[in-house]
């Protein structure tokens, strides 16, 4: 494989990547020592000799290279995330522990298939229809299912050989290419998110290329949607209890209710009063409805400060411009694009892996009764997910892949309190294909390198082999 030097990306842009003024200076070194290159792979790993396409592969080097132990590939989160600059930007940039990772390992980058530097297509852009403000009705609901439909249809239609191409395993093979590029007889996987479907592939697919693997967020076993969002709402709605409980223990800042009945109480009338009559405010695009009112409910507690306060600024507002926080967390206005940034995340890509891989596509009678349920049941936070179909009117066969039980070295992180990866679905995934579970106290998304105590940990993993229980995440806040 040939190297060569990277993209040199201004500091505005690289500004816009999330690099503060204090790190430029430890990006432009990074940057310095990372290497890139591609790999070419089939379109069709069943069709080695069929057309190929170019996967983007970038490298750092280990910095004690007399002790070096292999190489670990950072696997991105999505699907349809761009790895490419993950050795810098998630473990070289993000804190003291979790950079000590590169002094024993080449740190291994990559855009997968469909993604930023990698060979990659976009659908015809498409207008999906949007919900009018307030509860949403059956004729509304049929409207957006119908145009998530059309929409994905014509996805589909405009390239099929490539977005069926699109899977998780596909990446998993390209990986194992990108191995024998490097001269890796293994390769060890760090990955949080989708990452970790990706870990698990390709570990059960190429066991005897791989080494130690941790992943963190668990994916579950199983890649069905309709599946995953009933999950995710059940862990919101139960995360949720420890919001209130936060709030009322602080009732003298918000005023929400001294108790956690009470300002469970306090916010549900916020989401019925806020859906029966939505709030309009000139400095916002559309109008507070309580779905609004719902998505703030479901913040980790990373954000439980803001949004207490933004929903204490909801129940008490009546002027005409929206309050500071409600703005803040609500009516962000979209940044303009930066000229040179980088691709981040390729919906496209996102789509067909998550389209390709659904056994469920509910029609709209299933989808629509699974909604008036999950309102039911959910009824604080389950406003915030809409109807939640992603992937009616896909016209590309269904392609699940099987997860495998192996015996290599396997950690799984869950955080105990999260809604995008639910904590029951990393002891599903220990079931299905062993590990140990490394259990994270808290309800932040991926959490686990970015603190200091629990990055130690994974150096540690992938230094030694041995691993803790678990670490405490993001504290709640004082």
């Not at 029609?363 to 629509?368: G, I, L, P, R």
């Not at 294909?433 to 686990?448: F, L, M, P, Q, R």
Request: with cysteine.
């Amino acid at each position: 494989m040939e190297w060569k030097p990277c993209p040199a990306y201004t500091d505005e842009v690289v500004r816009a990547m999330g690099v503060t003024e204090e790190q430029l200076p430890a990006f432009r070194a990074q940057m310095k020592r990372l290497r890139c290159g591609t790999v070419s792979v089939p379109l069709d790993h069943d069709r080695p000799d069929g057309q190929k396409i170019d996967i983007a592969v970038t490298r750092l080097a280990a910095t004690d290279p007399k002790r070096r132990l292999g190489a670990t590939v950072i696997l991105p989160g999505g699907p349809g995330n761009s790895g490419y600059l993950d050795p810098v930007l998630r473990i070289r940039l993000r804190n003291e522990e979790i950079a000590k990772l590169n002094e024993r390992y080449d740190l291994i980058g990559f855009d997968p298939r469909g993604v930023g530097a990698s060979t990659k297509v976009a659908c015809p852009p498409t207008q999906g229809a949007r919900p009018e403000p307030g509860p949403l009705t059956q004729e509304t609901a049929r409207k957006i299912y119908d145009a998530q439909a059309a929409a994905n249809d014509s996805c589909g239609r405009s390239n099929p050989a490539f977005l069926g191409a699109l899977t998780t395993e596909n990446v998993a093979d390209d990986l194992d290419l990108i191995r024998a590029a490097l001269g890796e007889r293994r390769l060890n996987l760090l990955g949080v998110s989708w990452g970790t479907h990706l870990g698990m592939l390709y570990r059960g697919n190429h066991p005897r290329n791989t080494g130690r693997v941790f992943l963190d967020s668990t994916a579950p076993p199983w890649t069905r949607q309709d599946d995953h969002l009933a999950g995710s709402a059940a862990a919101a709605e139960r995360n949720f209890a420890r919001m209130a409980a936060w709030l009322a223990r602080n009732d003298e800042i918000y005023g929400l209710g001294s108790t956690t009945r009470q300002v469970r109480d306090a916010v549900l009338r916020l989401v019925h009063d806020h859906d029966k009559t939505p709030k309009t405010f000139t400095d916002l695009q559309r109008p507070i409805d309580g779905s609004a009112v719902a998505d703030l409910a479901r913040r980790n507690s990373t954000e439980w400060a803001r949004a207490g306060r933004a929903l204490t600024e909801l129940r008490d507002a009546t002027g005409t411009t929206a309050p500071p926080t409600v703005k803040e967390l609500l009516g962000p206005p979209k940044a303009a694009p930066v000229p040179g940034l980088p691709e981040t995340l390729n919906l496209t890509m996102n789509r067909a892996v998550k389209c390709n891989e659904d056994a469920g596509r509910p029609a709209f009678t299933a989808a629509w009764n699974a909604y008036q349920e999950r309102v039911r049941r959910h009824p604080v936070t389950g406003r915030a997910w809409g109807l939640g179909v992603e992937c009616p009117g896909w016209p590309l066969p269904v392609q699940e892949s099987p997860v495998k039980r192996g015996k290599g070295s396997l950690v799984l992180s869950g955080h105990l309190h999260e809604y995008m990866s639910a904590y029951e679905w990393t002891l599903q995934t220990q079931r299905a294909i062993g590990g140990t579970v490394y259990t994270v106290a808290d309800d932040v998304h991926g959490s686990v390198t970015r603190l200091p105590e629990c990055a130690a940990d994974v150096v540690r993993y992938f230094t030694t082999g041995r691993i803790d229980r678990g670490c405490d995440g993001s504290p709640i806040p004082s």
